[in-house]
T-cell receptor, first 115, second 111 residues
Framework: EAEVAQSPRYKITEKSQAVAFWCDPI?????LYWYRQILGQGPELLVQ????????DSQLPKDRFSAERLKGVDSTLKIQPAELGDSAMYLC?????????????FGPGTRLTVT | GESVGLHLPTLSVQEGDNSIINCAYS??????FIWYKQESGKGPQFIID?????DKRQGQRVTVLLNKTVKHLSLQIAATQPGDSAVYFC??????????FGAGTILRVKS
């Protein structure tokens, strides 16, 4: 069964450093999402792509976060500089419409710890 | 504003019993709802969804009930198994494929 791939699985970085996460969605899925999940809470959408275009980045802290999906396939999320409050799980998901709803398939996530 | 929450943060059930996980939402503009299961160290896994014009939908061992009058959603798991132990999230779906997640309920299955 096809899965969303993410790397790295774990990342420890010092505050003020730059960090990047990579996501490869399920083949054929045009929509890609990046979520942040703080321990004990539900995922929160950071950015949504339709092919290579951003359709929603209203919750993305644009002063330090950036995301791209240049060829409309895989995507990179970057944080620069990282802050202590950025410690969280970063989840990538992709979707294709199924019977009227858009089931989102999630990857395993990248656990970020900022020290 | 958009808000999805859960009544019970932790639910403990005996193996073989039925489980009911509840979710309250505040926004009436949603198009659909989804239940996700998240095991430790993994991403959320789709369980079942329901469109806002439905009040019940059944899957394998799971049933989702939607009461739009009181803005309440529930997930029923029949014959709960140890493998069902996880955190369960309800999510409200809006046009443009946007999901708003609740805070989650921990389900613990006792053998």
């Amino acid at each position: 069964e096809a899965e969303v791939a993410q790397s790295p699985r774990y990342k420890i970085t010092e505050k003020s450093q730059a960090v990047a996460f990579w996501c490869d969605p399920i083949s054929g899925h045009a929509t890609l999402y990046w979520y942040r999940q703080i321990l004990g809470q539900g995922p929160e959408l950071l950015v949504q792509f339709q092919d290579e275009s951003v359709v929603d980045d209203s919750q993305l802290p644009k002063d330090r976060f950036s995301a791209e999906r240049l060829k409309g396939v895989d995507s990179t999320l970057k944080i620069q500089p990282a802050e202590l409050g950025d410690s969280a799980m970063y989840l990538c998901a992709s979707s294709i419409r199924q019977g009227g709803t858009y089931e989102q398939y999630f990857g395993p996530g990248t656990r970020l710890t900022v020290t | 504003g958009e808000s999805v929450g859960l009544h019970l943060p932790t639910l403990s059930v005996q193996e073989g019993d039925n489980s009911i996980i509840n979710c309250a939402y505040s926004n009436s503009a949603s198009d659909y709802f989804i239940w996700y299961k998240q095991e430790s160290g993994k991403g959320p896994q789709f369980i079942i969804d329901i469109r806002s014009n439905m009040d019940k939908r059944q899957g394998q061992r799971v049933t989702v009930l939607l009461n739009k009058t009181v803005k309440h959603l529930s997930l029923q798991i029949a014959a709960t198994q140890p493998g069902d132990s996880a955190v369960y999230f309800c999510a409200e779906g809006f046009s443009g494929n946007k999901l708003v997640f609740g805070a989650g309920t921990i389900l613990r299955v006792k053998s």
